[in-house]
T-cell receptor
Framework: SAVISQKPSRDICQRGTSLTIQCQVDSQVTMMFWYRQQPGQSLTLIATANQGSEATYESGFVIDKFPISRPNLTFSTLTVSNMSPEDSSIYLC?????????????FGPGTRLLVL | AQSVTQLDSHVSVSEGTPVLLRCNYSSSYSPSLFWYVQHPNKGLQLLLKYTSAATLVKGINGFEAEFKKSETSFHLTKPSAHMSDAAEYFCVVSGSGGSYIPTFGRGTSLIVHP
């Protein structure tokens, strides 16, 4: 298994600003993912964070809006840029442990973002 | 391609009665299937997973799920609901076509009445 922490746990931001969310894992993971969860809804995959290369974005998400970094096997950041109220959501990161079945994801507690 | 359908958006039970949360999947290959639980204002916690071993999978907190290939189902059950089981439950499929990108169901909200 893996224990994942996220910072900040929640934030209230003004429109037009940017917020960087950090995701730290207690062990090495092969793949890391970033999700968005609108209130009362399921998870939507934003991108797969690739170590040492550009992230792979899902349809509807672009690098200019959600730049992602992954400098090593235990850490990643997601930036929400030029925020608008529509970006208010829960952002979750997850990882697949290096030592495991290579399919099971473990999730962080999420970052609750409110944009005014 | 893969997809997952959670047949109920809400399930309401009384404490001490059985729980059934339904999930059907579609996959071109032998899938891996998961159930996650999300308590209010918390992240997702893995309940159990099926990865082509035993068709009846036992998870944490007394939950279990049965993989039925003929019915393309992976329903989650628990013999006796507890108040602490009230949460959102997500059925997830992955592994189709060699991709580890998961597909999440829309979620089922379990309500437990005293």
């Amino acid at each position: 298994s893996a224990v994942i922490s996220q910072k900040p746990s929640r934030d209230i931001c003004q429109r037009g600003t940017s917020l960087t969310i950090q995701c730290q894992v207690d062990s090495q993971v092969t793949m890391m993912f970033w999700y968005r969860q609108q209130p009362g809804q399921s998870l939507t995959l934003i991108a797969t964070a690739n170590q040492g290369s550009e992230a792979t974005y899902e349809s509807g998400f672009v690098i200019d809006k959600f730049p992602i970094s992954r400098p090593n096997l235990t850490f990643s950041t997601l930036t929400v840029s030029n925020m608008s109220p529509e970006d208010s959501s829960i952002y979750l990161c997850s990882g697949i442990p290096w030592e495991g079945d290579q399919e099971t994801q473990y999730f962080g507690p999420g970052t609750r973002l409110l944009v005014l | 391609a893969q997809s997952v359908t959670q047949l109920d958006s809400h399930v309401s039970v009384s404490e001490g009665t059985p729980v059934l949360l339904r999930c059907n999947y579609s996959s071109s290959y032998s899938p891996s299937l998961f159930w996650y639980v999300q308590h209010p204002n918390k992240g997702l916690q893995l309940l159990l997973k099926y990865t082509s071993a035993a068709t009846l999978v036992k998870g944490i907190n007394g939950f279990e799920a049965e993989f039925k290939k003929s019915e393309t189902s992976f329903h989650l059950t628990k013999p006796s609901a507890h108040m602490s089981d009230a949460a959102e439950y997500f059925c997830v499929v992955s592994g189709s076509g060699g991709s580890y990108i998961p597909t999440f169901g829309r979620g089922t909200s379990l309500i437990v009445h005293p």
